[in-house]
């Protein structure tokens, strides 16, 4: 009994040492000298500040980017919503880009507006042959130039923002590493030539299988503007090629103000050489061909003098990556145009009118549409960057912002096309059935505005995170579906359908890249973490 009480003494002499010691630990760590605290206040607020400072100022807190994927990628839809106007270093910068491209892009479509209002005043017959013109012409320039375009755009702004970090940094190893910016630049198109002659040669041959047949009062006009028209294709190549050399230096301005020139330029002749030199069809092709040899000039005398043009070898054109992201781009573009191309074949075979109404219709969708994609221009390019630095935090803000400027964008111009298509319809043409037809499309050419203001950015976003084989295999299934859709659509509901299954085709575009980002798949993973 007396070693047992003995044992407990010990152990619980051992148990208050222990107490003891454990407790002045605890009040060592929390216990800080005055002198301390005097001495490390300045520099611990100085270093909060720094932190704080260095944080993304939109960047949502840990909790937002833990949980289900599928509810981190669409949350970005609404997080820090109240920002979306706020004129901060991001929404500047955005802007910056966004505005001017925005305005390049669409002063194309709206020339073309301005001469389908031109061509209009011909008859229906002229406007009818003149849209599916247009329609092939615009299939083959985006099947040859698009890829490169897309893919020069994120190339430039990658190693521009490497080149910049390794000159903040004074990392002269990591700058000699990273190609130079003005390789990107040699990458021009030569197939512009081939285009032109492919053309030249084919026109009757394409037209025919756009169901433009020989004995259609629409082939003699078609004929005649395509075959005028495809004489500038190395132009038109040239010039797109290099805007999206200047998009990636986030130069939206000098496009901006090529393109203004050159379509001003295209306006003024349209009258001129239609109806004082009685050229008709004729004279609107050569106008348009006349401005893009003129915005080719100007863009090739500006970007002399930025970069070196010609490359120090062949080895700096870095043929391998171009042709390698090229191929999946062109995929992409041959089924993006294809569901297009085969609306406008598929309009022309139900007639002159159907076909004149469409061409007006569509020529309304694509050009207020293609706003949104100067916020596509504006995505891509500040995503690449901020992807080059791996900016984590910049590359969610951004891509947010984006998204939701996109959401109002498509809901602006739903109101403003829907009342402008219901009253200003006869501003492109006199004729009384086309205009009936018109207004049986506004539902769906102003409803789907906001659909395709998100495709479009979502474009954007996607090739500014390099998402280049995501992004090719989901269009290739998503014209798989819509192909059918406008086949079997406008077969049984003419002119309705054919508008039916572009929405269809838009949405599933839309809902794509959604899930993509809301899954957090691909690029996206890291907000899984």
């Known amino acids: 009994m007396a070693g047992l009480k003995k044992m407990e003494e010990v152990t619980a002499a051992a148990a208050a040492v222990a107490a003891s010691s454990t407790a002045e630990k605890r009040a060592a760590a929390v216990v800080v000298p005055d002198a301390a605290l005097t001495m490390n206040g300045a520099a611990g607020a100085e270093e909060k500040t720094a932190a704080a400072a260095a944080a993304p100022e939109d960047l949502p807190a840990p909790a937002a980017l833990s949980g289900w994927p599928r509810r981190v990628g669409l949350y970005l839809f609404v997080m820090n919503i109240r920002s979306v106007f706020k004129l901060d270093e991001l929404g500047s910068e955005v802007l910056r880009i966004a505005v001017p491209a925005s305005l390049a892009l669409a002063a194309d479509p709206l020339a073309s507006l301005v001469d389908t209002a031109f061509i209009g005043r011909l008859g229906s017959v002229e406007i009818a042959a003149v849209g599916v013109s247009i329609a092939i012409f615009n299939q083959v320039s985006k099947v040859c130039i698009y890829p490169l375009v897309s893919v020069t755009t994120s190339f430039v702004a990658e190693e521009d923002a490497i080149i910049s970090k390794c000159i903040e940094e004074n990392s002269s190893q990591d700058l000699e590493k990273a190609s130079p910016v003005d390789s990107e630049t040699n990458n021009l198109p030569v197939s512009g030539p081939d285009k032109a002659v492919f053309l030249v040669f084919s026109a009757k041959f394409v037209l025919n299988i756009m169901g433009v047949k020989n004995d259609s009062p629409m082939l003699r006009p078609a004929v005649r503007y395509l075959t005028i028209r495809s004489l500038g294709a190395p132009a038109v190549l040239l010039s797109l090629a290099m805007q999206g050399v200047f998009r990636g230096f986030k130069d939206t301005k000098t496009p901006l103000y090529a393109t203004v020139v050159g379509d001003a330029a295209n306006i003024i002749l349209d009258p001129i050489l239609m109806f004082v030199c009685h050229m008709g069809v004729t004279g609107a092709a050569v106008a348009h061909v006349i401005s893009q040899y003129l915005i080719t000039m100007i863009l090739l005398c500006r970007l002399i003098r930025q970069v070196d043009?010609?490359?120090?070898?062949?080895?700096?054109?870095?043929?391998?990556?171009?042709?390698?992201?090229?191929?999946?781009?062109?995929?992409?573009?041959?089924?993006?145009?294809?569901?297009?191309?085969?609306?406008?074949?598929?309009?022309?075979?139900?007639?002159?009118?159907?076909?004149?109404?469409?061409?007006?219709?569509?020529?309304?969708?694509?050009?207020?549409?293609?706003?949104?994609?100067?916020?596509?221009?504006?995505?891509?390019?500040?995503?690449?960057?901020?992807?080059?630095?791996?900016?984590?935090?910049?590359?969610?803000?951004?891509?947010?912002?984006?998204?939701?400027?996109?959401?109002?964008?498509?809901?602006?111009?739903?109101?403003?096309?829907?009342?402008?298509?219901?009253?200003?319809?006869?501003?492109?043409?006199?004729?009384?059935?086309?205009?009936?037809?018109?207004?049986?499309?506004?539902?769906?050419?102003?409803?789907?505005?906001?659909?395709?203001?998100?495709?479009?950015?979502?474009?954007?976003?996607?090739?500014?995170?390099?998402?280049?084989?995501?992004?090719?295999?989901?269009?290739?299934?998503?014209?798989?579906?819509?192909?059918?859709?406008?086949?079997?659509?406008?077969?049984?509901?003419?002119?309705?359908?054919?508008?039916?299954?572009?929405?269809?085709?838009?949405?599933?575009?839309?809902?794509?890249?959604?899930?993509?980002?809301?899954?957090?798949?691909?690029?996206?993973?890291?907000?899984?973490?």
């Open 309 to 529: 043009v010609i490359p120090p070898s062949l080895k700096s054109l870095k043929f391998g990556r171009f042709l390698g992201c090229g191929f999946l781009l062109l995929a992409r573009v041959v089924a993006v145009t294809f569901c297009v191309t085969l609306a406008s074949s598929l309009a022309a075979r139900h007639g002159p009118t159907i076909m004149a109404a469409f061409q007006i219709c569509c020529q309304l969708w694509l050009a207020t549409s293609l706003l949104a994609d100067g916020l596509a221009v504006a995505g891509q390019a500040v995503l690449a960057s901020a992807f080059a630095k791996n900016d984590k935090g910049k590359v969610v803000v951004a891509t947010s912002r984006v998204l939701q400027l996109s959401i109002v964008l498509g809901m602006g111009l739903t109101v403003v096309l829907g009342v402008g298509m219901k009253f200003g319809a006869g501003i492109f043409t006199k004729d009384i059935d086309v205009i009936d037809v018109i207004h049986k499309g506004i539902p769906f050419v102003a409803g789907t505005q906001t659909i395709n203001s998100l495709a479009f950015v979502f474009d954007g976003i996607n090739f500014g995170a390099s998402d280049y084989t995501y992004s090719a295999y989901s269009m290739v299934g998503v014209a798989a579906i819509s192909i059918p859709c406008l086949v079997y659509l406008s077969a049984h509901n003419g002119f309705i359908g054919i508008w039916i299954a572009l929405t269809i085709y838009m949405s599933l575009r839309t809902i794509a890249s959604t899930w993509r980002m809301g899954a957090a798949r691909g690029p996206w993973v890291f907000l899984r973490k």
